[in-house]
């Protein structure tokens, strides 16, 4: 299976998860309960929706997928590492940490950190395209291979790691080391015959979402009431934090979808000068609060499907579930049209609701007596706002 760019899509388990989940999500059994609870509720509507998603990893731009690191073995056996990535509460340091550990086989609480700096790895790549733990954890893991190698000797003579550390510092061996990694096999030149480009993206993180969710026809509110998300990380190299990333991209995702809207100076808004931005801070931008987040969140790992392309066999986390967010905006776009048909709508009759699906939208989609004299005014503001 090809994508549109003519990139072969492999060990791809979407089929095996859509199956799963909608297994274990119960989708059939609920379906049939909401078209029930829509037939006895005029006022109050429930929808679901599930949907896949596969993401790309690599940056697009060849030269950024490359990665350094610097790492340091004392003589007490700790070992002191940097690398070119930044943390920001995504848990890239935990994950390195990690790696060096499992390479030297010692406790993680032996491995420490030294912030990211250019005064020790120079040229570093954004830490972006959700890329980073790939390739700062292989270059990390090419500098603890250098280290280990000069110490094989020592180790197959000691008990221990800090035994073999003390006597390869005696007898002057190196004990630090810098890693790099460049992924290999990427590269796409659009001048080339579409069959010849290139490969693109290293491989693909896979994912698929079921949500439900049930709107107030009369004030457009709307609550995501369950939402089962199952993720393919191949072999996580941090489950914790992985499924914590999961739930973060989810929320960022479905407030993207339903909350989120941005409100320019435009024919529609004469009340604001053209061009300027309105919802420019907390006060009027919405992003998901506690009470957005749905009731009951189920996330699940995919098991069994390694991904040899990545740093032991794990598959990068940070963005891929964000599309999955969109299950909610698709579940309250089924609610809604259960809602029109109470007005008179044919089943399945084709309308159009545009993100982000708030309130106000979700309101003037629901095609009641009163609110049919104003639909037509905020559905596609990109046509409004010259």
């Avoid at 090809?2 to 119960?26: A, G, I, N, V, Y």
């Avoid at 290999?184 to 693909?204: A, V």
Wanted: proline fraction near 6%; charge should be neutral.
């Amino acid at each position: 299976e090809k994508t549109h760019f003519r990139q072969l899509m492999e060990r791809c388990p979407l089929q095996r998860m859509w199956k799963e989940l909608f297994e274990s999500s119960d989708f059939a059994k609920r379906h049939a309960e909401i078209q029930e609870f829509n037939r006895q509720h005029r006022w109050r509507k429930r929808g679901l929706a599930q949907l896949p998603t596969k993401f790309g990893i690599s940056f697009t731009a060849k030269f950024m997928n490359q990665a350094g690191a610097l790492v340091h073995v004392y003589t007490d056996g700790t070992v002191l590492l940097t690398h070119g990535g930044t943390e920001m509460g995504q848990g890239l340091h935990t994950k390195i940490c990690q790696i060096a550990a499992r390479a030297f086989g010692i406790p993680m609480e032996a491995v420490a950190f030294r912030e990211t700096g250019t005064d020790t790895v120079p040229n570093a790549s954004p830490t972006a395209a959700s890329a980073s733990s790939d390739i700062y954890g292989m270059a990390t893991l090419n500098a603890c291979e250098k280290i280990k190698s000069r110490l094989q000797p020592y180790l197959a003579k000691f008990p221990d790691f800090k035994s073999a550390v003390n006597a390869a510092y005696m007898d002057r061996v190196d004990l630090s080391a810098h890693g790099f990694y460049a992924t290999p096999g990427i590269g796409y030149d659009w001048s080339l015959p579409e069959d010849q480009r290139g490969k693109p993206f290293n491989y693909f993180t896979f994912g698929a979402a079921c949500s439900e969710v049930e709107i107030d026809v009369l004030t457009g509110d709307m609550r995501i009431l369950r939402s089962d998300i199952l993720m393919d990380v191949g072999n996580s190299l941090n489950p914790a934090i992985d499924i914590g990333q999961i739930e973060g991209a989810f929320t960022q995702g479905f407030g993207w979808a339903t909350i989120e809207e941005t409100v320019w100076g435009c024919s529609e808004f004469s009340w604001l000068k053209p061009g300027v931005c309105f919802t420019r801070g907390p006060g009027t931008y919405k992003i998901p609060s506690f009470n957005d987040t749905p009731v009951d969140l189920r996330v699940t790992l995919v098991k069994d499907s390694a991904n040899p392309n990545a740093i032991h066999s794990s598959r990068a986390v940070g963005e891929p579930p964000f599309f999955l967010g969109s299950s909610a905006f698709f579940a309250a776009r089924a609610a809604i049209a259960s809602a029109r048909e109470d007005t008179g709508a044919a089943p399945h009759d084709y309308f159009v609701v545009d993100l982000p699906l708030t309130p106000e939208r979700i309101r003037l989609a629901c095609n009641d007596p009163l609110t049919s004299r104003f639909a037509s005014s905020r559905q596609q503001p990109w046509r409004m706002c010259r």
